[in-house]
């Protein structure tokens, strides 16, 4: 199952970076699922950490120390701020996102306007990588 695999791949990336703080942004269902795949797997679920050890809640949706998840309409651009403040985003923090096969599900006005808030939000230095799918045969997971 490729879902298994870009998490996994997500995850081997951010255990080499411990200070770093993962926030993944996506429809409350999708993060749901990848929530209940998580759970199910020991070397991903060490790399959560919590405020006291071992203190996984039992929670619908990942919110730990160093990855959350913020469920959220990307169309929607006008709530970002709002949102992500809630889960103690900060915007004067050096940012990477990254975008993996998501802007071509957006409406061009919805990819140009999530672009443009993302760079009025941040205070310091951040950037956008972006991933779409090309062909079906792409390279995606060949890093």
């Not at 999708?30 to 919590?50: H, S």
């Amino acid at each position: 199952m490729i879902f298994i695999d870009i998490i996994y791949k997500h995850f081997n990336v951010f255990q080499k970076y411990q200070d770093v703080k993962y926030y993944e942004i996506d429809f409350y269902d999708l993060l749901k699922e990848k929530t209940d795949i998580i759970k199910k797997y020991t070397e991903m679920k060490n790399f959560l950490k919590y405020e006291k050890d071992n203190e996984e809640k039992d929670e619908d949706l990942i919110n730990c120390l160093n990855y959350k998840m913020v469920p959220l309409d990307l169309n929607d651009s006008s709530s970002f701020e709002k949102i992500l403040l809630s889960y103690n985003f900060d915007f004067n923090k050096p940012t990477i996102f990254i975008c993996e096969c998501v802007l071509i599900y957006l409406e061009t006005e919805s990819s140009d306007n999530l672009i443009k808030k993302l760079s009025e939000l941040m205070k310091n230095t951040s950037c956008i990588i972006v991933y779409e799918q090309v062909t079906y045969d792409d390279k995606y997971l060949s890093f």
